[in-house]
């Protein structure tokens, strides 16, 4: 490098100071004549010149140059030999699925593409020492390699599979689907360089976000679960409110607790069934979503608790204080009417006693029955939305409401992010713990609520 750099300079002084002087400079000889120099000069000159190897001007030998330094070493040979020189030659013909050459294929198929001059770009890869990998919109799809057939075919094979190390390229190809199909780009390229040019014709590859039957599958799987959901509310009342048999009315409110549970039930597993068909790998649950579910458990055992808690006895209850009070009033009578005879038994003092005792126990009886509530019938069912919104005496409450559209907006905000970037969201903490004081305030009511019925 250095050898060359100095012949340059060489060069130049003579082409630009030396050669011109010696043109128009006129010496006078001794025999008084004037003779010019400049053609003995530029002859010394030339036969210099010649002598100069050929290599040192040779850009296509720079890398057989001796360089100490391997780093610049390996700057001169990319100056010469860059990873996208097969770009200038070689192309994307066609693009094709190796199953009867479609034009469309997904994740777990197989495609061929066919390049202009592939050997080319065979060289190339071979000299850099770099694989061939796959281009999806000018994105590279990181360790998907090429499979060369061999011989004299123009074409290279590759099986898509989802790797790691592609999955950034993977998520934007996926990332908010509008239908089943997406147009791309695909290209060939060396790795750490750019995609070869994709010819006219080529035109775009219809990549399938999710295959048809698939697709199906997670419909039809999404419907079930909400038909079954319906069917054993409708039959077992799954989503209302948990009533005692002697209390039940005709029709059974639902239950809000319940129903939002059932709600982030459905859109979990749905939206992880529909990702793992796409993605064919299952999609990772983020701490959000355990903590939505979680909000949603402990607020429907919490309701049940407080509805089991309140200071309504069951009928089964007062029937039993009854059938009680009964029996120790009829003893009792049986004793006094033993005590009225004459003469008295002899154990009379023991029947005294034991009057005593019934005596007290029908008191304590007539106490607890004058202090507890026996409802008839529970409130009976206004419909979904007034079931949903209405506490126990039938008014609308603000912190049902406020726990309603606070779950209508985060479902929302869940199946949007979802499908914006095709993965389970992560939502920000502070909305996590505004929706966990919603259901918080919503248990908080059922205390008095409890109370009032």
Same mark, same amino acid.
């Given at each position: 490098?250095?050898?060359?750099?100095?012949?340059?300079?060489?060069? $130049?002084?003579?082409?630009?100071?030396i050669? &011109?002087?010696?043109?128009?400079?006129?010496?006078?000889?001794?025999?008084?004549?004037?003779?010019?120099?400049?053609?003995?000069?530029?002859? +010394?000159?030339?036969?210099?010149?010649?002598?100069? /190897?050929?290599?040192?001007?040779?850009?296509?030998?720079?890398?057989?140059?001796?360089?100490?330094?391997?780093?610049?070493?390996?700057e001169?040979?990319?100056?010469t030999? /860059?990873?996208?020189?097969?770009?200038?030659?070689?192309?994307?013909?066609?693009?094709?699925n190796?199953?009867? =050459?479609?034009?469309d294929?997904?994740?777990?198929?197989?495609?061929?593409? =066919?390049?202009?001059?592939l050997?080319?770009?065979?060289?190339?890869?071979?000299?850099? %020492?770099?694989?061939?990998?796959?281009?999806?919109?000018?994105? &590279?799809?990181?360790k998907?390699?090429?499979?060369?057939?061999?011989?004299?075919?123009?074409?290279?094979?590759?099986?898509?599979?989802?790797?790691?190390?592609?999955?950034?390229? #993977?998520?934007? !190809?996926?990332?908010?689907?509008?239908s089943l199909h997406?147009n791309?780009?695909?290209? !060939?390229g060396?790795?750490?360089?750019?995609?070869i040019?994709?010819?006219?014709?080529?035109?775009?590859?219809? $990549?399938?976000?999710?295959?048809?039957?698939?697709?199906?599958?997670?419909?039809?799987?999404i419907?079930?679960?909400?038909?079954?959901l319906?069917?054993?509310?409708?039959?077992?009342?799954?989503?209302?409110?948990?009533?005692?048999?002697?209390?039940?009315? !005709?029709?059974?409110?639902?239950?809000?607790?319940?129903c939002?549970?059932?709600? #982030? $039930?459905?859109? !979990?597993?749905?939206?992880?069934?529909?990702? $793992?068909? *796409?993605?064919?790998? /299952?999609?990772?649950?983020?701490?959000?979503?355990?903590?939505l579910i979680?909000?949603?458990?402990?607020?429907?055992?919490?309701?049940?608790?407080?509805?089991q808690?309140?200071?309504?006895?069951p009928?089964?209850?007062?029937?039993?204080?009854?059938?009680?009070?009964?029996?120790? =009033?009829?003893?009792?009578?049986?004793?006094?009417?033993?005590?009225?005879?004459?003469?008295?038994?002899?154990?009379?003092?023991?029947?005294?006693?034991?009057?005593? =005792?019934?005596?007290?126990?029908?008191?304590?009886?007539?106490?607890i029955?004058?202090?507890?509530?026996?409802?008839?019938?529970?409130r009976?069912?206004?419909?979904?939305?007034?079931?949903?919104?209405?506490? %126990?005496?039938?008014?609308?409450?603000?912190?049902?409401?406020?726990?309603?559209v #606070?779950?209508? +907006?985060?479902?929302?905000?869940?199946?949007?992010?979802? #499908?914006?970037?095709? %993965?389970?969201?992560?939502?920000?903490?502070?909305?996590?713990?505004?929706?966990? *004081?919603?259901?918080?305030?919503?248990?908080?009511?059922?205390?008095?609520?409890?109370?009032?019925?």
């Open positions: 490098m250095t050898k060359k750099i100095i012949y340059i300079i060489f060069l $130049f002084s003579y082409s630009t100071i050669s &011109p002087t010696f043109a128009f400079t006129q010496i006078p000889t001794k025999g008084g004549s004037s003779n010019s120099i400049s053609q003995k000069t530029k002859t +010394v000159i030339d036969t210099t010149i010649k002598k100069i /190897p050929a290599e040192i001007f040779s850009t296509d030998k720079i890398k057989d140059a001796k360089i100490d330094d391997p780093i610049k070493k390996t001169a040979i990319n100056e030999e /860059p990873i996208n020189e097969p770009s200038k030659t070689a192309f994307v013909k066609k693009v094709y190796v199953d009867g =050459e479609k034009n294929a997904g994740v777990g198929d197989c495609i061929f593409i =066919e390049v202009e001059n050997p080319a770009l065979l060289d190339a890869a071979k000299r850099n %020492s770099l694989g061939i990998i796959l281009f999806i919109d000018n994105m &590279p799809v990181k998907l390699y090429a499979i060369y057939p061999g011989g004299d075919i123009n074409k290279l094979k590759f099986n898509l599979d989802r790797k790691e190390p592609g999955y950034e390229t #993977w998520y934007t !190809v996926f990332r908010s689907p509008t997406k791309v780009m695909i290209s !060939v060396l790795e750490n360089g750019d995609a040019p994709i010819h006219k014709d080529a035109g775009k590859f219809s $990549f399938i976000v999710i295959k048809k039957w698939k697709f199906y599958t997670a419909i039809g799987f419907i079930s679960i909400i038909l079954i319906l069917w054993l509310s409708k039959t077992k009342g799954i989503l209302c409110e948990n009533v005692p048999q002697f209390n039940r009315p !005709v029709s059974i409110p639902y239950s809000l607790a319940y939002q549970m059932a709600f #982030w $039930f459905c859109i !979990v597993i749905s939206f992880y069934l529909i990702l $793992f068909l *796409i993605l064919t790998d /299952p999609p990772v649950l983020t701490s959000s979503v355990l903590v979680g909000i949603s458990s402990v607020t429907a055992l919490g309701a049940t608790v407080l509805n808690q309140n200071n309504i006895a009928i089964e209850n007062l029937n039993k204080l009854n059938a009680e009070a009964k029996t120790l =009033e009829d003893r009792i009578k049986e004793i006094t009417n033993i005590e009225n005879q004459s003469p008295q038994p002899i154990n009379m003092e023991e029947l005294k006693k034991e009057r005593e =005792e019934k005596t007290t126990r029908f008191t304590e009886i007539s106490i029955k004058s202090q507890t509530i026996f409802p008839t019938k529970a009976e069912s206004r419909g979904f939305i007034m079931d949903m919104l209405t506490d %126990s005496d039938g008014s609308i409450a603000f912190n049902r409401f406020q726990i309603a #606070w779950t209508i +907006v985060l479902g929302f905000i869940f199946i949007y992010n979802t #499908w914006k970037d095709l %993965s389970m969201p992560d939502f920000d903490p502070t909305l996590l713990g505004l929706m966990g *004081i919603s259901s918080g305030t919503y248990l908080g009511f059922k205390f008095p609520e409890a109370k009032n019925k």
